[in-house]
């Protein structure tokens, strides 16, 4: 049972070597969220006038298929912003069945329709909707806006976004919070995920200068990171990832903007759930076997960003599966051979244990610092710290299942937003929403 031990002792330390350094972005976000505390305040007369003097053309691209039922929602939000420069929506009905492009249309956005079997998924849908605004808009756009279908804004979005945009950044991702948080322990797993993401992950890589990472939705990208790229080349099936990959082996900073916050709606079914993380799991995967040798290259010579961004493609849960696995195949050998068993089984459970309590601490500490931005009951609240682990840990075997199968792009399905959150989204105040 030596040998046991040995791998165990192994796969921790390459954890170690690999994720550590996240753990230093806590007390980084902790201490910036106290100093922000400390010194908030409303934004300056002066701050506003220069940015009524600087405003910009934006355009909103939005891929959708099959989303009739909340797309109306996004568009409604967008024509309802505190921005007063030029803001124009698109939308691209996206192999869509339903009157997704009609209900655009019927919102006030720019509708265009795109059917393709060989070529799916929202990486080809923006390139598609990106030519169309190119032809029919030659002047184009002073920066782009990229949203799912399900997403709603916050009144002063990309007011808020704008503001960032002026100080020189030209890639930006915001705070992402969630519209059904409260549904079940599914959603708010996702929903706990991407507000740790937002604050312990984006937040303090802002903080310390270093990149954020774009995920899915809510980003903004500058007229020039278009012509740079040449269009939208990002065609993996996290393509997100992709983009982000591409400006950080660039050289270039993602930024992250605290104060612009936007709604996303979770899956609430553990078959969807299973699916969309697969594809997520499995577009990880590609990203690394395209670009895995440039960020080893671009870690090599000093671009934290890189090594960032290359453990973020490389998930925890794999090094977990990998430990988990070989402790119960060296078990069951060790039954059949008559062996005891009892330290493969410990070890096991030892790792088990030792993952939920790390993601256990990770979700309380979310769950303090951003309770008020929540929209759930407190006891709802309460339990997604203790069910958590639990949807973290179901990663394992989508992890492997995406080593050998490739799920491709498949929609999700989504419902309408609730009139009640609508009316206390628009009416929040901006400190409500990032206290």
């Known amino acids: 049972m030596e040998t046991i031990r040995i791998i165990n002792f192994i796969i921790t330390a390459i954890f170690a070597v690999c994720y550590s350094y996240q753990f230093i972005y806590v007390p980084v976000s902790l201490w910036w969220q106290h100093r922000e505390k400390k010194t908030a305040k409303n934004s300056s007369a002066a701050d506003n006038e220069l940015c009524k003097r600087n405003l910009k053309r934006y355009a909103v691209l939005i891929c959708a298929r099959n989303e009739e039922a909340v ?64 032809e029919d808009y030659p002047l184009g756009f002073d920066g782009y806006f990229v949203f799912d279908a399900d997403n709603v804004l916050a009144p002063d979005y990309i007011e808020e976004m704008h503001k960032c945009h002026l100080e020189g950044n030209e890639v930006i991702t915001s705070y992402r919070n969630s519209k059904n948080y409260g549904d079940n322990w599914i959603s708010s797993g996702y929903s706990l995920w991407f507000l740790r993401e937002t604050m312990y992950l984006n937040y303090a890589r802002n903080k310390i200068g270093s990149s954020a990472a774009i995920s899915g939705t809510g980003f903004f990208f500058s007229d020039s ?31 992250f903007c605290r104060s612009a916050v936007f709604y996303d709606e979770q899956p609430t079914s553990l078959k969807q759930s299973f699916t ?160």
């Open 225 to 255: 990171v278009l012509k740079d790229i040449g269009g939208w080349p990002f065609h993996l099936l996290t393509e997100d990832i992709e983009f982000t990959i591409n400006r950080v082996c660039k050289g270039r900073r993602i930024a």
């Open 71 to 134: 797309i109306g929602d996004l568009i409604d939000s967008i024509n309802n912003q505190t921005y007063q420069g030029s803001v124009t929506t698109f939308v691209m009905a996206d192999n869509c069945t339903d009157n997704t492009y009609d209900v655009a249309l019927g919102h006030g956005a720019a509708a265009y329709m795109r059917s393709s079997r060989k070529f799916v998924g929202k990486g080809y849908a923006l390139e598609a909707l990106l030519k169309e605004i190119r």
């Open 276 to 435: 969309q993380r697969m594809r997520w799991a499995r577009g990880y995967i590609q990203v690394f076997k395209h670009y895995g040798k440039e960020l080893m290259s671009e870690t090599f010579h000093g671009n934290f960003a890189a090594f960032d961004m290359a453990m973020n493609i490389m998930p925890a849960f794999l090094l977990t599966a990998i430990s988990i696995t070989c402790n119960l195949l060296y078990g069951v050998i060790g039954a059949i051979a008559g062996g005891d068993i009892t330290i493969a089984l410990w070890s096991m459970f030892e790792t088990i244990f030792n993952a939920c309590s790390l993601l256990f601490v990770l979700g309380g500490i979310t769950l303090i610092t951003e309770w008020k931005n929540i929209h759930a009951g407190a006891a709802r609240k309460i339990f997604s710290v203790f069910s958590f682990p639990l949807f973290m840990l179901t990663y394992i075997p989508i992890a492997f299942t995406a080593l050998f199968v490739n799920p491709g792009w498949k929609p999700i399905k989504h419902k309408a937003t609730t009139s009640a959150l609508m009316t206390e989204i628009r009416h929040a105040e901006p400190s409500e929403k990032i206290s």
